[in-house]
Structures are given as C-alpha cells and as structure tokens.
C-alpha cells in the first residue's frame, strides 16, 4: 500500500520537488544563522548593560559620601568650638561665644543628618541592616560625648572668667577702714549694696544677657592719711590679700589642669568614634563595590551560558532537520524510481483501481478501470466516483466512511458499463496521507463477483427458507452471506454484518477460543456441532449487546473462490430457561434464606454496635457532665466559670446526638411509645420560648411562637414527642439561620365540615426561618439519614442528618405527616400535622418544684457501690462526699456478692457491664441463690430499647442511665429505702 501511495503522491515534477527541498535546505540554514546571531547581539547587549550599570553602581558608591563629609564637619567643628572658647577666656570678647554656639548647633545639625541617613537609608540584606543599626548606636554615643563636651567647655569658660581679685581687695578694704568707707559717696554705696544683693546668675545667663555686667569699676579716692599705722594696716592686708590670691591661683590652676585633662580624655573618645565611624563607611563602601562586582559576573555568567547551552541546541536542531531534508531528498529519488515500476503492475492489474480525493472525485485509474466502465481515463479523471454505480447513495457512503475510518474492505457495489452492462465487485478502500500525516486521497480496489453472485441467487432461496439462521464465512473470518434468520435473532440488517468479521456475533470471552476452532475447521473440513470439541455451552451476541444461547452447525461449502464454511445457527432461550427454570427457583429459595439469615445477623450486630457505643460513650460522659455539673456549683472565677460551662454544654449536645442514635433504634426495633397525657400547647410554647430564646438572642434573631385563638386548651397525647419534634425543627431553623427570624405558628386544621363537636382535632405546626434554605435538587432528600443539603453544611454548620429523619417518623409514627418548601438562600418552612383528642380536664397551676428526698434521712444509710470505671467511682464518691453520705465501693459483681454476704447494708448501686461477674449476673445471684430482696438500682450506660425491661426482669427494683443526674438518683434511693420502710408500716398500722 505504501508503494501505491507513492505511485500518486510522485505525479508532481521530480524536478520541482528538488527545488523545493533545495530551498528548505537554504532556508533553514539562513533562519540557523539568524537565530545564532540574534542570539550572540543579545548576549552583548545584556553584557554591556549590566557592565554600564555595574560602572554606575560604582561610580555612586566612590562619590563622597555625605556621612564621611559630615563626620568630617563635625570634627572640624569640635576643633573650631575648642577655639572660640580659648580665645574668649583670653580676650572676653562675647563674640567669640556667638562663634562657639553656632559651632555647637551645627554639631548638633550633623548628627541629626547622620541619624536620619542612618535610619532612612535601603538595606539590601541583614549585614546591611546590621550596619546601619551600629552606626546609629555610634551616633547617639557620639551625641553623648559632644554634650559632655560641651559641658566641660562651660565648666572651663565659669572657671577661666570668676571673680576677679580687685573685687576681693575691696571688699577687705571696706571691713577694716569703715571710717574711710564711710566717706565715700552715697551713689557708691548704693551700688556694693546693690551689687552684693544681686541674686549670683548662671554663666550663660550672664552672658547673653541684655544687660551686660560693667567692668569698669570706679577707682576709689581715699583722703589722706596721716596715721602710720593705718598705712601699716593697709600693707598687711595687701599682704594678706596675695597670699589669699597665690592660693586661689593654685586651686584654679589645679582644677583647670584636672578640666583639661578630662577634656582630652572625652576628645579622644570623641575622634575615636569618628575614625572608627569613617573606616566602617569606607569598608562598607568596599563591600558594596565587591558585591555590585560579583553579582554582575554571576548574571553575565549566566546569561552567557544559557544562551550558549540555548544556541548549541539550536544549532544542533537545525543542523539535525537540514539532514533530514537531505535524507528526504535521496529518499525522494530513490522512490521516483520505485514508483514507475509499481506504476507499471498496477497497469497490470486485471482488478479496477481508482484514486479519489477527499471530495469524492477521481484524481486517477488504472486500464482496468476504463474497461470496466467503458470511458477513457482522460475522461473519468476529475468526474465524482458514485456516479459510475447504480446505487448512487451508497457510493456516496463509501466515500464518507473511508475518511471516517480510513479504511473499508468488501464493500458491495454495482458497477455500470456505458453500454448498460451491471457488474457486482468488492471494493476495498484506504486513505493515502503525506509525509505530515494529512490526509491526501483514498485508493480503491474493486474485485468481480459478479459469477459469484449468480451461485449466490440460486441457493439464497434455499437459505432464506431454513427455521434457522445461515451465516456463511470465508477464510478470513469475514461474512460473506446471511439469511432472514440471522438477522431476525441477531438484530443485524444484512449490509451491517456482510464483510465483518464473524467475532461481530460473538462475545467478548468465546473470540480468541473461536479464532482457533475456525483453524482448525479450515485445516479439517467436516459436518460437526460447534462446542463438541471442548464441550462448553455457546452464546451469540445481539446487536444490543445482549447475549442468547445457542447451538451451532457446521458444514464445508467448496466454491471457484475457495473453501467456506456454512453456520447453522439456532436460538436456544426458551428451552434453556425451561430446563433452569427448577434450578432457579431452588437457588432463589436457597438465597432468600441466606438474605434473610444475613439481615438477622446485621440487625442483631447493629444492635449490639449501638448497645456497645452508647456505653461505651456515655460511661466517660457521666464524668463529663457529673464533675461539670460540680465544679458549676463551686466558688469559681468568671473565666472558670465560662470553660466549665462550655465543657457541660458540649457534653450536653454529645449527649443529645447519642440520645438520636437511639431513638433511631427504638423506632426500627418496633418500641417507640407514645403516652396519652392531658398537656397545654400554649404551656408548651411558653417554654419553648424561654428554652430556645438565649439560642435565637446568640445570633440576634427574633424568635416569634403564635398560636392561633382556635387551639383548645387542653389535648390528649405526647407532650414530651411533641415538645422533642419542635425543638429539632426550631434548633435546625435556628442553626441554619444567620439574620432576619424564624416563626414558629400552630393552628387546626378545618375544613368544610363543622368539627366543632368532634373531640379528634389535626393540629398544624408551621416552623418558617430566613436562614441559608435548601436546593430544589435536595429537597426529596432531606429525611433520609445522614442526609444534610450539601457536604459543605456539614463541615460549616456541624450536625450528624439524623434530626429531621428522627422527627419525621415521630410525627408518622403518631399518624401525622411532614412537608417542607424552601428557596434557596432565601429560608424554607417545616409544616407537620399530628392528630389528637380534645380533653375536659383543666390543667391546674404549675406545682412548685422541690426535692422530692430528705438528705438527713439518706445519711443514714449504708450504700453500697459496685462500679469498675475509675472516673464514675470518682464522680459518685465526690458526689456523696458532698453531701455526708455512707458509701462502700467493689469493682465487680463477684466483690459485691461477697461484700453483701460480710455486712448489712441498705440498697446497692449496680453497674451492669463489669469485670469477673456483670451487673446482671450478680443480680441474679442475689434475688435467686442468696434470696435477698435488698433494692437494686441498676446504673448502666446501655440505653438501648428494651434495656430497663431487661434490668427490671433480672430482680432490680429501678433503673438510671448514664450520665447520672444526681436528684434523680437521690429521689430513687429515698423512694426504695425510707419512702418504702414508711409505706410498710402504715400498711402494718392499718
């Protein structure tokens, strides 16, 4: 088939398809050169914009840097600050100390720039950061050092300009010569007097005063004085008063000496600082160029060698696909020589051959072909191809299917000659594709059957009278003929299996066994039944796929084409279902006594599932709750308080998913009762309304309860059911519900008949919320259990899908019934009816509650515990050490009995599920062996159905599940004991 294809596809100049791989070639190698080129540019320009930003990055690393020039001012200004203040303690000039002031706020200007850049400046890594931080450390040392600087430059300026020693002279003057003192003017006297009362002033409030102190002071004219020892006075004090002047030099000299010396020690701190300051700018500055480097090398690097690994692949994947081309080309040649000599056979061909496109026209025949329908080929060539048959239609199919498939063998058509001549032929067609695997053309080879087809109508009479059905196959295992039969117990029409294969009819598991037995068949032709060989019952495959049994018959069929083998075939259903019929019904007795073995056990395994997890759950949640419930009535904490409540609640709420899981139980197992009892609804909603409020306030929801006027006051029936249906219904409104309200309505139902008189009533109860609501999909699921409206609610909201299943079979367990509409994301509305009894009675007033039990009393007795699991034993032992209570504690039945036996005691507190002897066992063996008729309350975690029965069979006088509530347990234990002992003597009284 290749050779064929070439034999069309090569119709094109030989030359011109050289040309075209010549120029292939050429561009290929161009685009390979352009791309390599583009490539190395690339590469050059990236380089030379990462070296120009490299030489920018150092280039602004190597300006001065304005920290260094800061550094820098601040030490020159240090250097001119130190002069100004020698220069003013020499000349007194106030000018100087202008000069000083400014050098010190410009001090300051720089280490305030210094700190900002410090703290403003990018960082790039954590060295970076790193530096900054110790840089700013250094500045705030800095600011320290400079102010103790300043410091000492005041210190040394108070020191270098005190009190002057003319001052002093005067003043001793005065306080020996009073007489000459006295003499001087008034005005000079006013003045000491004003001088000495002056309050002293700070340095620097003298100096920068507006009134500045005056130097100049007048000499004094002393009268002459004639006594000589009065001028002997006056030399003694001078005297005196140097000596006081050499001594003071001394200590000024002293502490100048010890000023500077702590100057020169801050100084050196100072420049310390700075040079360490401006060698870590410097370093990093070095590191930054380092860092800029290296990181520009490694992008060059890298740029560099991806696009050199890039451009070697790419020349490699050129270079690889220019061989190609250069192999396509010799290739090509190769195959032109080829295809002539095919060419040359095909003309040969005694059999019809035809290339069409894919439009159906032909592009090619061979000489046959022109024989066959009398046509010149330069005339077929460009005609359509379904025109040369009778049945135009079909040939039209041939040509969709061929391009469908890609190839059709035996495809029957009629051929007609240009003289009106038929011819019967076999077509068998294949698509041609190009080198890319497009889809050119279709070749078609016909073969005459026409002589065939003669043989063929004389025994099709005989075929299509047989009862069953005739399939005749070839060699190849293809469908040659068929009759009425076959294709009535099949389903096939004739044109849909003739040219199949015969594995069309046969399923899936009998094909590779079949194969082999049409082998052997062909090797060794005789009559035979099909299956004798391996003994196996057959089947035949419909067209719907269904398999049928059947038998088979075989026989040889020697034509001019060949050996064919002729197939009896006959449907076996009716008689096989006759003879299976017996069996079946025996299998099927057999199977419903397993299924319904197999559904006994599931249930009695269920239940013991159930009976297990609800001890097993509600053992550790009578801890739970009983310590909650204890530690509540402690002295505690807010905070404490709060957990301690949490911990209750959500013990509570585990509690009440068990308590579902149960009533689920009850209502399979058959023993959900109801109890007739005269209740209020109005009472009922009264206390719902309290009970749900907090719930509905949580959430700031308005939670409205209404019932209408015509709901009698007082009925007959289940109060509690009634009470556990409203607050599932109105807790799942309220769960689901996160703004607006939820209503709750009740009303009775009419309708046209006066019912006024009749005591039956249909009470309707409509739950209404504007929470999330329920897809319309979900709806027809939402009572089944564990069903919730979607996956996502579950996860959000919680909730196990047993609420609304539970309520729904309480209200039909009650003759009622439950609907429910919702829009989505809008709010849905629960509506279920009950039947009950209108009653006469009148309810009286709510009694007052109270203890029904007297712990003086109980405090006398002797109680007895028998009790394994550590956490109940701690729970009931705190319990009863609250309130004074006798208590004696074994760990199994066996210890009780042993216990019971040695002491006396009042009544027994019995477990039912413990080590060596169980509750129930040892019950038993104190009712029936020891014959004692102690009272026994039965405490057990087991709440399943019919579980109190149990207990109260066994010889126990009362029952209390788990979690225990503890008034509860008290009423029990005085209601056996004392209550009892009472009750007897009042009967022996009377």
């Known amino acids: 088939m290749k050779n064929l294809k070439n034999i069309f596809l090569k119709q094109i100049n030989a030359d011109q398809i050289t040309l075209q791989n010549i120029r292939r070639v050429i561009w290929k190698v161009v685009v390979g ?73 410009r001090i300051n200007t720089r280490l305030d720039t210094l700190l900002l850049l410090s703290s403003r400046g990018e960082t790039h890594d954590i060295d970076e950061a790193n530096v900054n931080q110790d840089f700013s450390a250094k500045i705030a040392t800095l ?8 410091s000492l430059f005041s210190e040394y300026i108070e020191l270098k300009t005190g009190e002057s020693s003319q001052d002093i002279l005067l003043q001793l003057l005065h306080k020996t010569k009073n007489t000459v003192v006295k003499k001087l003017s008034a005005s000079k006297t006013d003045h000491l007097k004003q001088v000495a009362e002056t309050p002293k002033r700070s340095f620097f409030s003298k100096l920068f005063s507006s009134q500045k102190k005056k130097e100049d002071i007048s000499s004094f004219v002393f009268p002459a004085v004639s006594s000589d020892s009065a001028q002997e006075d006056i030399r003694r004090l001078i005297a005196k008063t140097q000596q006081e002047e050499k001594i003071k030099a001394g200590r000024i000299l002293s502490k100048e000496v010890d000023i500077i010396e702590r100057e020169y020690k801050v100084m050196h701190h100072i420049f310390s600082l700075l040079n360490s300051m401006e060698n870590t700018e410097l370093v990093e500055g070095v590191k930054r160029i380092q860092a800029a480097t290296e990181e520009t090398s490694m992008q ?28 396509k080309s010799k290739r090509f040649k190769e195959q032109e020589q080829i295809s002539q000599y095919v060419r040359s056979l095909i003309e040969a061909s005694l059999d019809p051959f035809v290339t069409i496109s894919s439009n159906g026209i032909i592009m090619d025949v061979n000489e046959a072909s022109t024989k066959a329908i009398g046509i010149p080929r330069k005339k077929i060539i460009g005609t359509s191809f379904s025109m040369y048959f009778t049945d135009y239609e079909k040939a039209e199919e041939s040509i969709k299917q061929i391009f469908e498939k890609g190839f059709i063998t035996d495809y029957h058509l009629t051929l007609k000659h240009v003289s009106g001549k038929l011819m019967d032929v076999l077509y068998n067609f294949s698509v041609y594709k190009d080198n890319e695997g497009n889809i050119l053309g279709a070749f078609a080879t016909a073969r005459d059957i026409t002589e065939r087809k003669k043989s063929e109508d004389k025994f099709r009479g005989l075929l299509e009278s047989s009862p ?5 196959v070839n060699s190849m295992g293809n469908i040659e003929l068929v009759n009425f039969q076959a294709e009535k117990i099949f389903g096939y029409k004739r044109g849909e299996i003739i040219g199949k294969k015969l594995e069309t009819l046969i399923p899936d598991r009998f094909k590779d066994i079949h194969s082999c037995q049409r082998k052997y068949f062909f090797a060794h032709p005789h009559i035979r039944t099909m299956g004798e ?80 997890m609800s001890h097993e759950i509600r053992t550790p949640m009578n801890a739970i709750i009983g310590f909650s419930d204890m530690l509540s009535r402690k002295n505690l904490g807010q905070k404490e308080r709060e957990y301690v409540t949490m911990i209750k609640s959500a013990g509570e709420n585990l509690l009440t998913i068990i308590n579902d899981i149960l009533d689920i139980s009850k209502i399979e197992a058959g023993m959900m009762t109801f109890e007739k009892n005269n209740f209020s609804v109005k009472e009922i909603l009264k206390s719902l309304n309290i009970m749900l409020m907090e719930k509905a306030k949580a959430k700031n929801l308005e939670l409205l309860f209404r019932c209408e006027e015509d ?160 956490l109940n034993v701690k729970l009931i032992s705190s319990l009863f050490s609250e309130n004074s209570l006798k208590l004696q504690i074994v760990e199994n039945g066996s210890e009780c009995v042993g216990k019971l036996k ?32 102690i009272p026994i309350i039965a405490m057990t975690a087991h709440a399943m159905a019919g579980e109190r029965e149990k207990c109260l069979s066994l010889g126990m006088n009362d029952y209390i599940s788990k979690p225990i509530n503890s008034n509860l347990l008290f009423e029990k234990i005085y209601d056996l004991t004392i209550n009892s002992q009472y009750n007897e003597k009042q009967q022996t009284c009377v």
């Open 33 to 105: 050169f352009g791309l390599i080129a583009g490539l190395f540019f690339i590469a050059v320009n990236i380089t030379h914009k990462k070296l120009s930003q490299l030489s920018k990055t150092v280039t602004a690393i190597l300006e001065p840097n304005i920290k260094l020039v800061k550094l820098k001012e601040i030490s020159n200004n240090l250097y001119s600050a130190e002069a100004s203040v020698k220069a003013y303690t020499i000349k007194r000039d106030t000018a100087y100390l202008l000069s000083y002031e400014n050098y010190i706020h």
């Open 143 to 150: 600011k320290e050092l400079i102010v103790i600087r300043v």
């Open 300 to 327: 060059i690097n890298f740029i560099s060698n991806w696009l050199s690994t890039f451009g070697l692949t790419l020349a490699l994947l050129f270079s690889y696909f220019i061989y190609r081309d250069i192999l």
């Open 468 to 472: 069953d059905a005739i399939v005749i």
């Open 533 to 612: 060989i391996i003994g196996v019952d057959l089947f035949g495959l419909r067209k719907n796929g269904k398999e049928f049994p059947i038998e088979v018959s075989l026989g040889p069929l020697k034509t001019a084409d060949g050996l064919l083998i002729s197939a009896a075939i006959r449907d076996v259903t009716k008689q096989k279902q006759a003879s299976q019929y017996a069996i079946s019904l025996l299998e099927a007795k057999i199977e419903a006594e397993k299924a319904k073995q197999k559904a006994e056990d599931s249930t009695k395994l269920k239940d013991v599932f159930l009976a297990n």
């Open 711 to 870: 709901v009698p006051d007082v009925l007959l029936g289940d109060s509690v059911r009634l009470t556990q249906i409203i607050i599932n219904l109105v807790g799942n409104a309220i769960k689901f519900t996160k703004r607006g309200k939820v209503e709750v309505n009740v009303r009775v139902l009419k309708n046209d008949l006066d019912r006024d008189h009749d005591e039956n009533i249909l009470l309707g109860f409509s739950i209404k919320d504007t929470g999330i609501g329920i897809p319309q999909d979900k709806l027809e699921h939402i009572f089944e259990r564990f069903q919730q409206a979607d996956s996502n609610v579950a996860r959000k909201y919680g909730g196990t899908g047993l609420g609304l299943s539970i309520a729904k079979q309480l209200i039909e367990l009650q003759g009622g019934t439950i609907s429910v509409k919702s829009e989505f994301k809008v709010g849905s509305t629960f509506s279920f009816y009950i039947p009950y009894k209108k009653s006469m009675e009148v309810l009286s007033a709510p009694e007052v509650i109270v203890k029904k039990y007297n712990m003086n009393d109980i405090r006398k007795l002797n109680i007895l515990l028998a009790e394994d699991n550590p």
């Open 902 to 933: 040695e002491n006396n005691f009042d009544i027994i507190l019995m477990d039912m599920e413990m080590p060596v002897m169980s509750g129930y066992e040892a019950a038993n063996v104190i009712r029936n062996e020891m014959k004692d008729n």
